[in-house]
């Protein structure tokens, strides 16, 4: 699980040195949005899974939720991350799929990525 909801300043990961967006995450770091993993890694060139981008965009809109949109698979869902896709879902900005389902350890698409960041205001 990627941690993404602590404030990190300070964080020295190992494996963003030299990487083309080394800049962008080390921004993102210093202003609490994401932190990498407990081993000190961001992982830059691993694909994130939904629930994983549905904090890091909670983290940066500042969204809370008054409720808890129910998903199929809502019990799939890491605790962690629970009320960030609760609060995007809640103020459309991520959604589920047809068959009411979120599927959070999917990988997210570039196609989502794009469609979720469209409606963020």
């Known amino acids: 699980k990627r941690i ?9 990961l ?3 040195k030299g990487h083309w967006a080394e800049n962008n995450i080390l921004s993102f770091v210093n202003q609490g949005y994401i932190n990498g993993y407990e081993d000190k890694t961001f992982r830059p060139n691993q694909p994130i899974s939904r629930e994983e981008a549905a904090c890091i965009i909670s983290n940066i809109t500042n ?14 869902i890491g605790a962690w991350a629970k009320s960030s896709v609760y ?5 459309k900005i991520i959604k589920g799929y047809e068959d009411n389902t979120f599927r959070p350890k ?15 205001k």
Not at 4 to 12: C, D, E, G, L
Not at 63 to 76: C, Q, W
Not at 87 to 91: D, G, P, T
Not at 106 to 120: D, F, G, Q, Y
């Open 4 to 12: 993404v909801t602590v404030k990190a300043n300070n964080i020295n």
């Open 106 to 120: 999917n990988k997210i698409t570039r196609a989502e990525a794009v469609s979720i960041l469209s409606r963020v």
């Open 63 to 76: 969204l809370s939720s008054n409720s808890n949109p129910k998903f199929v698979d809502d019990n799939e």
């Open 14 to 16: 190992s494996d963003v």
């Open 87 to 91: 609060a995007l879902a809640e103020n």
